[in-house]
């Protein structure tokens, strides 16, 4: 049966300072960088022979798959970068610090934002210091201008159904470092978490989610590799 560890990047300097992120391209602090080689030292002592690396197109997202295959002793797993697998879009959030937005806004209000599957931030202005639509990573796509998980999870999807669930049927063991709530929507796809459970899905930075899969790709165990800093684990699905 294959298996799918599940990497969160290790901490950005946005992070670091409590900002919305979202798709500026931001790197690792060296906190991060550890969390990142300690990510792969846990993966090596899983046991678990990887096939495969598949990251976003982020930069935080790109080195801690580097660093953590590299730590594993794996630095020669082919790789694969797709910016479907990349952070939700934080519209008109973007770079702005969360306690200050909460204190601006109301916390319900940023919490929506925040947290619901559903309710996207306000839309990015066009032409701002975080417009990404000449950054030559996205040519030839629309990049949003704010996302929900449920849009996220909706450009997430077709890219886990054409390049990794195929990878997954065939036996391969994979690796996806990527960020917070591209990883959350995969989770929401495998365990059918509801809409309104979501919300309360957290995966921290820097912890790999390791998933046992089926041969139709229904997780039949699921745990943190470090228990020390594991968040509560999605149910199986029935």
Sequence with gaps: MPYLALLRHGQSQWNLENRFTGWVDVDLTPAGEAQARRSGELLAESGVAFDKLFTSVQTRAVRTGSLAT??????????????????????????LNKAETAAKHGEDKVLVWRRSYDVPPPQLEAGGEFDLSKDRRYAGITVPATESLKLTLERVLPYWREAIAPDLKAGKNLIIAAHGNSLRAIVKHLFNVPDADIVHVEIPTGNPLLIELDADLKPISVRYLDEDRAEKLPALPA
Excluded at 70 to 95: F, I, M, Q, S
């Design 70 to 95: 590299e730590a594993a002793k794996l630095a020669w797993l082919p790789v694969e970068r797709d910016w479907r697998l990349n952070e939700r879009h934080y519209g008109a959030l973007t770079g």
